[in-house]
C-alpha cells in the first residue's frame, strides 16, 4: 500500500539541465561507435543508415529534452491536472487528486492527499478485497474517454503514477506529460478499433455494449460500436 501525504512537488531545475546535457553529450561520443560495418552492404548504404540513426537518435533526445524542460514549470501540471479532472468528473470510477493554486508555484506543486495500492501490485489489490474486473472497466473508461473523446490524456500513465483507491477508483497522479488528439486522427482511430471489434455471437453484446449505443438496427442486439461518454 502506497501512502501519499498532503503532496508538495519540488525541483531542482539546474540539475535537471545537467542531466539533460549529459544524455547530449553520451549521444555525440556513442554515435561513431555504432556497428554498421558488414560485408553484405554497401559503403554508401552504411554510411547513410548511420547518419539516419544518428538523426533519430539525436531527435529523441531533443523531444525527451522538450518533454522534460516543459514540466519544469509546475504550473503547467497545475493546469493538466485540473483539466484532466474537469475531463474525467463524469466517470465515477477515476480520481485525479486536487490541485491548490493558491499554495502552487512555477517551482512548487501542493495537491491532494490519496491512499492507494499501486496498478501493477495484484497481491495488493486482491489484499485489500478490491475487485479487479472493476479496477480494469474504470482503467478502460478513462482511456476510452481521453483518447476517443476528449483528445487530451495522460502521457506518462506507468504504474508509479495510477494508484487503486478505495471503491476500485483509479487515481491518476503527475500530470507533467499531457498529450493532444485532433478530432480527425480521434475518428480515425474509433474507425480502426470499430474494424479491430469482432461481432458478438448469440446475440450476445460486447461487454462494453451498456455504455455504448447500437449503430444499425437492422444487424440486430449483438451489433455495437465503441462505447461513448458524450
Not at 26 to 42: E, I, N, Y
Not at 53 to 70: H, N, Y
Not at 143 to 162: S, W
Not at 185 to 207: N, V
Request: proline share 6%; charged share 20%; hydrophobic share 45%.
Amino acid at each position: 500500500v502506497v501512502k501519499m501525504w498532503a503532496l508538495v512537488k519540488d525541483h531542482t531545475p539546474g540539475q535537471v539541465m545537467q542531466l539533460l546535457d549529459l544524455a547530449r553529450r553520451f549521444m555525440d561520443a556513442a554515435a561513431p561507435l555504432q556497428p554498421w560495418s558488414t560485408s553484405s552492404v554497401s559503403a554508401k548504404t552504411q554510411a547513410e543508415a548511420a547518419i539516419a540513426s544518428d538523426r533519430v537518435a539525436k531527435g529523441m533526445i531533443e523531444q525527451f529534452s522538450d518533454s522534460v524542460l516543459s514540466e519544469l514549470d509546475l504550473l503547467g501540471e497545475a493546469y493538466n491536472a485540473m483539466r484532466l479532472s474537469e475531463n474525467m468528473a463524469g466517470l465515477e470510477g477515476v480520481h485525479i487528486p486536487t490541485i491548490y493554486p493558491e499554495l502552487s508555484t512555477s517551482r512548487v506543486l501542493t495537491m491532494e492527499f490519496m491512499q492507494g495500492v499501486k496498478i501493477s501490485d495484484i497481491a495488493a489489490i486482491e489484499a485489500a478485497g478490491l475487485e479487479r474486473e472493476t479496477v480494469a472497466h474504470n482503467a478502460l473508461q478513462a482511456v476510452i474517454k481521453q483518447l476517443l473523446i476528449d483528445g487530451f490524456f495522460h502521457a506518462d500513465p506507468h504504474p508509479g503514477n495510477v494508484f487503486v483507491l478505495a471503491g476500485e477508483r483509479l487515481g491518476l497522479l503527475d500530470c507533467g506529460m499531457v498529450g493532444r488528439i485532433d478530432e480527425t486522427m480521434r475518428e480515425q482511430f474509433e474507425d480502426l478499433l470499430l474494424l479491430l471489434l469482432p461481432l458478438p455471437r448469440l446475440g450476445k453484446p460486447l461487454p462494453l455494449s451498456p455504455v455504448g449505443f447500437q449503430m444499425n438496427s437492422s444487424l440486430g442486439p449483438s451489433a455495437w460500436c465503441l462505447p461513448c461518454w458524450l
